[in-house]
């Protein structure tokens, strides 16, 4: 046990050293005569002129130091800037018995700044520079203040601010409070921090700490918002190559504020590593990580030649969140949709690049809901232009209208709909379109717009000088195609579109059916023409619409209006009878239906219009309005093959006639009740009919009277001439008798001579 006691010997004899020597150096060393080395140590070390107007006495907790008060900084040779209440620095016992100070700790209590920029933007902690005039009045003084000033000038024109040599165990700032002003802004912010540093060596890495409260408002103290901060990383100075460099950077934040959506905002930010060199003008951001109400957005960066011609890159995922739930944190009250299920899943990836004159983003990926979007974007800063390519599947718009409505219902909300548009006034934001300039491409499979399914549409739109060209659209839907070339040109005054479409097969029902519910003709559709309108809103757009179309409809049917069965009805009408209508079909199939379009400020009238189909031959003409939603049209009907039932049984010569019916409504109405017989047309045509019918019989009375005269007149003839024969027969007997008595005569006589 004799080695214990000789340990605990030895310990006492330590203690007891220390002791004195503590004692020694409280009794013997005046702290005050180290001002000037602690004034010579914080411009050494940090580049720091203090002022120290206080005492300096002895500190012993938490460590051997030296503490003073009232306590102004200046950076480097410019004005002071900056107070302290009290300064604390520890310091190495052993130097101080040499009447040396060596100090490995510095805690500053109670930092004070006001900053302010006035409103000429003059800020008071900017020096500004000699004149001319001082520097003359400073040389015309004594050689030997004029070589102590060409000293000073010497130092002062070494480049910039340099940074000595640092070597701390701690770097403290307590109770920081800086306040800034700035009247041009107006606004003011107060910020009150703690700020520690541990082991503070050039070229090292420096664990940092950070709390900081930050208050801002205007200069009145309005719209005041606060903000909690901690800020703790890894940070690392290179003097020599002017480079710092930050590791395992966390930022959390707690951010109040009346006017903001999300009060209090949290947030957290992590980055591995972000690297700065200042001559190389690099900087390098790696593993970033944001984490703020639901969203986690994470990625990289690159920039490179920051001060002089800055290019940089990007890497930038937004994970899978829901933006129904962002927006209602946001406060963000979302329109009745068709779908509630909607928005609930959202992602994005993106990588660019880019400098100060052109950005490129390629690829973006996006993700919402069930619809996937692909597109390249190259962005032109100077001149602003643009191009874009965006391919796309899977969106159906409707899932995100509000949803439908039915009958008075509807009615309603169509006319406050209506209301909503006039008081909204222009659709087309022209200078926003003249100011346009750039290109924009679209691929999109499987879109539904107003319940209308498109399978695939690719478009291809030009910007440029006031006017956007679409050329072409094409489209495939409903079994056929359709192709649009589009322009919309906002130089005048007055917007003016220009459309040329062109459909080929394509079955019209169902199209008409899902984006009117309009179900009244069908067949396969072929269309080409031009139209041209002007204005800025909706009505506008109807009333001005010119242009021509030629429509073809094969195959097809009048759907809920059978032409036959109304025509019969118009017949069964006229002859005060009752049709039986079961024996009649609800649609009138056709084999081709043609017209020629002529649309004059929204009337369109249809001259020409042809139907074919077995059994039945129809012609039209008439007027449809678009601004009113309604049609006044006129058809003749011939029924040249039905077997019609006995209220509408006619004689052959009927089938000939083209009977009047007329279709007179909104388009709204019912299809069966749309179109009617023109009973007047029909009595007219019976009424000709009956007129055609006694002039036929009085026709056939008089020819049967002329037969009957030309056959008496044949017979009297016939005896006539019976009776001129038998005279011409009896005369030429007679004459040959006397001429054969004559010769007889004649005879005897010449005998009688000779």
Known sequence: MVWLKRLGILLAAIVVAATLAVVYVIAFVDPNQFKGELQKVAKEKANVTLRMDGDISWSFYPRLGLSLENIGVALGNDPELLSFSKAEFGVAVMPLFERRIEVDTVRLVDLKADLNVDEQGKANWLVEAPTAETNNLKSSESNTQAAT???????????????????????????????????????????????????????????????????????????????????????????????????????????????????????????????????????????????????????????????????????????????????????????????????????????????????????????????????????????????????????????????????????????????AEEAVGDLIPVELVRGLNGHYGLAFDTLKVKNLNIDRIELDSTQSNGKVTISPAKMSLYDGAAEVNAELDVTDATPQITVSPSINGVQIQPLLQDFMKLDKIAGATYLNGDLVTTGNQVDAFMKNLNGDLLVSIDDGALVGMNLTKTVCEGIAASRSRTLDASAYGNDTPFETMTFPAKIVNGEVSTPGLTLSAAGLSVTGDGTVSLPNSSLNYRTNVAVTGSQLDGSCAVKDYVSELAFPI????????????????????????????????????????????????????????????????????????????AKEALEEKLKSKLKDLF
């Open 149 to 419: 000033n060409s000293d000073a000038v010497e130092n002062d024109s070494d480049a910039g601010f340099t940074i000595p040599d640092i070597a701390l165990d701690e770097l403290s700032i307590v109770n920081a409070q800086i306040n800034y002003a700035d009247a041009r802004a107006d606004m003011k912010a107060n910020i009150v921090s703690d700020v520690t540093f541990n082991d503070v060596k050039l070229d090292q890495s420096w664990p940092m700490r950070m709390k900081a409260t930050l208050s801002q408002s205007t200069l009145d103290g309005s719209n005041p918002i606060k903000a909690n901060v901690e800020f703790g990383a890894n940070f690392t100075l290179f003097a020599e190559r002017q480079a710092v460099s930050f590791e395992n950077v966390t930022l959390k934040s707690d951010v109040e504020g009346d006017f903001l959506p999300v009060s209090p905002l949290l947030s957290t930010l992590t980055i591995s590593q972000f690297d700065f060199d200042l001559p190389q003008e690099n900087a390098a951001l790696d593993g970033f990580a944001l984490q703020t109400m639901g969203l986690n957005v994470t990625g990289q960066v690159q920039a490179y030649q920051i001060l002089t011609a800055p290019e940089f890159s990007v890497v930038a995922d937004i994970a899978e969140f829901s933006p129904k739930e962002l927006l209602g944190k946001l406060n963000v009250s979302l329109p009745e949709m068709a779908d509630e299920s909607v928005m609930a899943s959202a992602s994005l990836n993106l990588a660019a690049k880019g400098s100060l004159d052109s950005v490129k983003i390629q690829p973006i990926s996006v993700k919402f809901d069930d619809t996937t979007l692909e597109a390249n974007a190259l962005l032109n800063l100077t001149p602003l232009s643009w191009d874009v390519t965006v391919a796309g599947a899977n969106l159906d718009v409707d899932r995100y209208l509000p949803p439908v409505v039915e009958d008075s219902v509807a009615e309603s909300a169509s006319a406050e709909q209506t209301k």
């Open 662 to 737: 007329v279709c007179k409504g909104k388009f709204s109405d019912d299809p069966a009740g749309l179109c009617r017989p023109d009973l007047g047309g029909f009595a007219d045509i019976f009424a000709g009919l009956a007129k055609a019918e006694l002039d036929a019989k009085l026709a056939a009375e008089k020819a049967r009277a002329d037969a009957k005269l030309a056959a008496e007149k044949a017979r009297i003839q016939a005896q006539l001439d019976a009776k001129k024969a038998e005279l011409e027969a009896k005369k030429k007997a007679e004459e040959d008798a």
